[in-house]
């Protein structure tokens, strides 16, 4: 069907977009509102299968269709970019043949990824390429992108490694999904999708909102109740100063129960928390690319909580970088003086060498940076960008 689907006649204006776990998220759904808040010539339909995401994206007045739905193939067939943040397989995968496939990825950072990440499924499915009955099983994996977007020469470097891509297709635009602190119509826009579901930014007035958001362990091993023993103590940490926790895990981390707590809540699956990034008065992170993009917004509030860390490297994931010079904010290791330091507040002033680590891994981006996005593809489709190839590799082999 791939093959096939390279004889559609597809049109430049129409675009489709989708991302992982067929939610609508991350940078594919900012590009997405931008594109049709400010550029109503393009024709933009984002592709699920989860009613719920479905049902979000029409109750704003968008086009969302399921991906084998006859609309969905109409328009996937019709379109000639394709949109995502994992891969082609967030849109659809078998339809796809003779698009320009665009990468909008989901984090700078240090970890190994993709080719890479030499014990990750991408690059174990590498040996497959050249059997023709084994690729069908590992198609999503051998399916490459004509441009990754990345957004300084450090991480453009970074992602032209890790996906065995010439640096001059990974071009250093920035990420959509941080727009939204520089774009009114975009916040208003997203905040309302938010408030449709029921969702409320600190309902209950708290002087000071902070937020966790821990990487996922590849191992998969638990480890909240290791970070979080005394949800009591925490509390009253938090009680100090008036400050609510939100706690977000990766949908894959096993989760603890936080029922009981005025001021510690679970922050909601289905709401994107990049609209609110520069609200929260501390990001808590420790090894997640999240403290990349809060930079991006604001300098200061930020712990690094490495409870973990010799752990995290040895088992989980390798990180390419040192991590004590790619990371700024405050360092906390024990759970003793994590409580400690929320209740004095010692996070809330900027840390060192925070400027110097927000020029490394965003260059010069400056938001809103889709309407550049948007000019990058639209320069490369007049320029002769011909989209993907079936038998794998893009517009250039890799």
Request: glycine content about 8%; charged content about 25%; some cysteine.
């Amino acid at each position: 069907m791939l093959p096939l689907s390279r004889l559609a006649p597809r049109r430049s204006d129409h675009w489709v977009f989708g991302h992982q776990g067929d939610v609508f998220a991350g940078n594919a759904k900012y590009l997405f509102l931008w594109v049709s808040i400010h550029r109503p010539d393009l024709r933009v339909v984002w592709l699920s299968d989860r009613e719920d995401t479905l049902y979000t994206i029409r109750q704003a007045g968008l086009s969302a269709f399921r991906r084998w739905s006859p609309q969905g193939v109409a328009a996937a067939l019709r379109s000639k970019v394709f949109v995502y943040c994992h891969g082609v397989e967030d849109t659809n995968l078998h339809l796809s043949g003779g698009a320009y496939l665009f990468n909008l990825w989901h984090g700078v950072g240090l970890k190994a990824t993709m080719l890479g990440d030499k014990g990750g499924i991408v690059s174990r499915a590498q040996k497959h390429d050249r059997n023709p009955v084994m690729r069908l099983f590992f198609l999503e994996y051998l399916t490459w992108p004509d441009a990754v977007v990345t957004t300084s020469p450090f991480m453009g470097a970074h992602f032209a490694h890790q996906f065995e891509l010439p640096e001059v297709r990974c071009p250093q635009l920035g990420y959509p999904r941080l727009d939204v602190h520089a774009d009114d119509a975009l916040r208003e826009v997203s905040e309302a999708i938010d408030r449709r579901q029921g969702f409320a930014f600190n309902p209950g007035g708290h002087a000071e909102v902070y937020i966790y958001m821990p990487t996922f362990r590849d191992t998969g091993r638990p480890f909240v109740e290791q970070a979080l023993p005394d949800l009591n103590r925490l509390s009253n940490a938090l009680r100090a100063r008036n400050a609510l926790l939100y706690v977000k895990l990766h949908r894959r981390t096993s989760s603890i129960a936080l029922d009981g707590y005025e001021n510690i809540e679970r922050w909601p699956d289905e709401v994107d928390f990049y609209t609110y990034l520069d609200r929260f008065s501390i990001l808590i992170t420790d090894y997640s690319s999240i403290l990349y993009d809060y930079l991006f917004t604001k300098p200061s509030g930020i712990i690094l909580y490495t409870f973990d860390y010799d752990q995290y490297v040895k088992d989980d994931r390798a990180l390419l970088y040192s991590f004590d010079e790619n990371t700024a904010g405050l360092r906390v290791s024990d759970f003793d003086r994590f409580c400690a330091v929320l209740e004095a507040g010692e996070a809330l002033v900027e840390p060192a060498g925070a400027a110097e680590v927000r020029r490394k891994f965003w260059g010069g981006c400056v938001a809103p940076v889709s309407p550049n996005v948007v000019a990058y593809v639209e320069a490369a489709l007049a320029s002769g960008g011909q989209g993907s190839d079936p038998n794998g590799g893009g517009v250039e082999a890799r």
